[in-house]
T-cell receptor, first 114, second 114 residues
Framework: EDQVTQSPEALRLQEGESSSLNCSYT??????LFWYRQDPGKGPEFLFT???AGEEKEKERLKATLTKKESFLHITAPKPEDSATYLC???????????????FGAGTQVVVTP | DVKVTQSSRYLVKRTGEKVFLECVQD?????MFWYRQDPGLGLRLIYF???????EKGDIPEGYSVSREKKERFSLILESASTNQTSMYLC?????????????FGPGTRLTVL
């Protein structure tokens, strides 16, 4: 069964203190790994899609990397506005009926204090 | 910008009522999804649709049905609402534009069933 595990569950950072979030997965034939940011009471906001091991994508202070077993979301010199829950999701490619179905992790809640 | 809208941000219903949640996207996307999000359980897929009038069950379809009569509109129906359906409901639509697989989410509907 496909499984997505995110760690840590919660992370408290000082402004400027870089850190990494982990997303480990087991899936039959990875089609894509997705990162989202979610603010309280709002829908998830798309950040990145990664397709193959070794791929990296960057957006402002965020950088996502992918290996065969896990993905990392690196937050460099975070600011208070980076406080949010970060969600990881995988899309399996082994089934004919995938149709873009995503399996989500439980998320990592990040709080950045000034 | 892609826009996914949901008919209500907050909804309060009574046990046994029939509830309609509506989602509209403005980008001609073929695939649309309904998720529910609960603390500690993350996002779970209820139903999805890959074309007009076409639908597939997700991981937790029991107690729900869906309707997609037009490409831009995907409705989630709770035939007889129960208290365990109190949750945040999120709609998403999927695009493969530019070679990147992306799901865009709406703002969510927080449903309370009393």
């Amino acid at each position: 069964e496909d499984q997505v595990t995110q760690s840590p569950e919660a992370l408290r950072l000082q402004e400027g203190e870089s850190s990494s979030l982990n997303c480990s997965y087991t899936v039959s034939g990875l089609r894509g790994l997705f990162w989202y940011r979610q603010d309280p009471g709002k829908g998830p906001e798309f950040l990145f899609t990664l397709y193959s091991a070794g791929e990296e994508k960057e957006k402002e202070r965020l950088k996502a990397t992918l290996t065969k077993k896990e993905s990392f979301l690196h937050i460099t010199a975070p600011k208070p506005e980076d406080s949010a829950t970060y969600l990881c999701a995988v899309q399996a490619g082994g089934r004919a009926d995938s149709w873009g179905k995503l399996q989500f992790g439980a998320g990592t809640q990040v709080v950045v204090t000034p | 910008d892609v826009k996914v809208t949901q008919s209500s941000r907050y909804l309060v219903k009574r046990t046994g009522e029939k509830v309609f949640l509506e989602c509209v996207q403005d980008m001609d996307h073929e695939n649309m999804f309904w998720y529910r999000q609960d603390p500690g359980l993350g996002l779970r897929l209820i139903y999805f649709s890959y074309d007009v009038k076409m639908k597939e069950k997700g991981d937790i379809p029991e107690g729900y049905s869906v309707s997609r009569e037009k490409k831009e509109r995907f409705s989630l129906i709770l035939e007889s609402a129960s208290t365990n359906q109190t949750s945040m409901y999120l709609c998403a639509s999927r695009t493969l534009s530019g070679g990147t697989d992306t799901q865009y989410f709406g703002p969510g509907t927080r449903l309370t069933v009393l």
